[in-house]
Structure formats: structure tokens, C-alpha cells
């Protein structure tokens, strides 16, 4: 059984270019959830879908970011343009919305922005 | 707004202790508490999920429990191992919504 599928692992690029981050969620699940991991802030919740609906994106940071869940197998985080301090790991997790069920997360997207 | 913080941020033990790693949350009204673990430079495993209505939840050497009304939680590791060497995060919901609000992790240590 497949987990959460997140691409690329890695991404390296220069200040100003646009990144583009991929997430594929359990089949089945009805929420997915974008987060941003830094030494200094933790783990934080930046945006959250149900049934490919953005229900709370108060947590994005700018209006940089932006994310889309076009199709219930597919989401994107995208950054236009990109800074230095946007370097972090982002992560994609997803759950069934019952209340009760756990959050399953992929391994991450390792950004470095030069 | 839910704020949870975990005590200790680190802690290393020889391979064998029993520990425990504690977890607070400053609003009661949850209606469950997760724990995860991370490995270096890996997304979080969900280790336990505790109901509102529960107050523990054990999975082999681990044992999570919850108090509501005091606002804790905390996780129970039985004859640690060096492979339980990780990060630990608990997370709580936040406002009865499907946003979950994590602490600042215990990073642990097991050392042979």
C-alpha cells in the first residue's frame, strides 16, 4: 500500500526562480495538508484541503505561495518568485476526516533556495 | 490558540531505561492527541492516536496516555533500544478543526 508520494525529494535553486512542489496523497483520503519544517519554527500547517477544497489557508506565508489540488490524487505548492528564507523541508500528509484517524505523512521536500 | 510545548527538547539514555517524554497543550477542548516519531531526515511516522475519550493507548514498548483536563500527555518507552533513537512529536488539533498543531519535538538518544 502506497504512503504519500512527494517530488522531488530534493530542490536546489537560485533566488527569484519559481518552485514547484508535488504531493500525492493516499488513495482514499479525503484531506491533505501542506507543511513547512525549519530548525527555528518547527513544524508548521500552511494550507489544508478537503475533497480538494481549501478550507484554511491561514498559515501560507505570502502571497509567493500558493497551492492547488486540482484532482483527489494530486496537489501542488508553488513559490513564485522564491527567497533564501523559504528554504526549508515541506511536507504533504493526508488522513480519512473522520475524527480519529491519523495523519500519514510523505518524506518531504528538501528546498534550498541560493 | 492551542500552543503545545514538550519537555525534555533532548534526552539521551543508555540502552535498556525506561522513559518518558511529556507533552502539553493549553486548550482541553481536543477531541484527540497524536504521537509521531522522526528519523533524520524523514517525514513523521504516526505512532499512537489517542481518542478524547481515552485516557491511554499502548502499541508494544509504547504506551501514550492523556489527561484532558490538565492538559498533558505523555509517552511511555519500555526497555528503549537504540533504534528508538528519533524525534518525537505530539500534535493536537486545533479548535475542533482537522488542523493539527505540533510541538517543538524531544529528540532522543539511546546510546548502546
Known amino acids: 500500500d502506497a504512503g504519500v508520494i512527494q517530488s522531488p525529494r530534493h530542490e536546489v535553486t537560485e533566488m527569484g526562480q519559481e518552485v514547484t512542489l508535488r504531493c500525492k496523497p493516499i488513495?482514499?483520503?479525503?484531506?491533505l495538508f501542506w507543511y513547512r519544517q525549519t530548525m527555528m519554527r518547527g513544524l508548521e500547517l500552511l494550507i489544508y484541503?478537503?475533497?480538494?477544497?481549501?478550507?484554511?489557508d491561514s498559515g501560507m506565508p505570502e502571497d509567493r505561495f500558493s497551492a492547488k489540488m486540482p484532482n483527489a490524487s494530486f496537489s501542488t505548492l508553488k513559490i513564485q518568485p522564491s527567497e533564501p528564507r523559504d528554504s526549508a523541508v515541506y511536507f504533504c500528509a493526508s488522513n480519512l476526516g473522520r475524527f480519529g484517524q491519523p495523519q500519514h505523512f510523505g518524506d518531504g521536500t528538501r528546498l534550498s533556495i541560493l | 490558540k492551542q500552543e503545545v510545548t514538550q519537555i525534555p527538547a533532548a534526552l539521551s539514555v543508555p540502552e535498556g531505561e525506561n522513559l518518558v517524554l511529556n507533552c502539553s497543550f493549553t486548550?482541553?477542548?481536543?477531541?484527540?492527541l497524536q504521537w509521531f516519531r522522526q528519523d533524520p531526515g524523514k517525514g513523521l511516522t504516526s505512532l499512537l492516536l489517542i481518542q478524547s475519550s481515552q485516557r491511554e493507548q499502548t502499541s508494544g514498548r509504547l504506551n501514550a496516555s492523556l489527561d484532558k483536563s490538565s492538559g498533558r500527555s505523555t509517552l511511555y518507552i519500555a526497555a528503549s533500544q537504540p533504534g528508538d533513537s528519533a524525534t518525537y512529536l505530539c500534535a493536537v488539533p486545533n479548535n475542533y478543526g482537522q488542523n493539527f498543531v505540533f510541538g517543538p519535538g524531544t529528540r532522543l538518544s539511546v546510546l548502546p
Open positions: 488513495s482514499g483520503h479525503d484531506y
Open positions: 484541503f478537503n475533497n480538494n477544497v481549501p478550507i484554511d
Open positions: 486548550d482541553s477542548a481536543i477531541y484527540n
